[in-house]
Nanobody
Framework: QVHVVESGGGLVQTGGSLGLSCLFS????????VGWYRQAPGKERELVAD???????NDADSVKGRFTIPRDNAKNTVYLQMNSLKAEDTAVYYC????????????????WGQGTQVTVSS
């Protein structure tokens, strides 16, 4: 069983900063991708940023230059540092971990956290 737990959401004013944490644990053989998604009311879940490798990060155009996704392998934690927040960043933010459960199979599995609410007030 793999567990993914987000924390750090809350209320912040426009232009402010907020950091989210995602702690993952459990019997996972190797992690291929970690990332953050978000879902605003009435909208589909969308990619915010993910990290297919240590040196490669994909960012949504809407957050480029404002959000970063640092990772601490020793702590099994990936962060989402959000700066210059806008009202349109309001959403439930989810952490996603993609990995393999065994070295005997190439199949990967997606593990999601329960989400954490971020509200940006103007």
């Amino acid at each position: 069983q793999v567990h993914v737990v987000e924390s750090g959401g809350g209320l912040v004013q426009t232009g402010g900063s907020l950091g989210l944490s995602c702690l993952f644990s459990g019997r996972i053989y190797t992690i291929t991708t970690v990332g953050w998604y978000r879902q605003a009311p009435g909208k589909e879940r969308e990619l915010v940023a993910d990290m297919p490798s240590e040196s490669n990060t994909n960012d949504a155009d809407s957050v480029k230059g404002r959000f970063t996704i640092p990772r601490d392998n020793a702590k099994n934690t990936v962060y989402l540092q959000m700066n210059s927040l806008k009202a349109e960043d309001t959403a439930v933010y989810y952490c996603k971990v993609v990995g393999k459960l065994s070295n005997l199979s190439l199949r990967t599995f997606n593990f999601w956290g329960q989400g954490t609410q971020v509200t940006v007030s103007s």
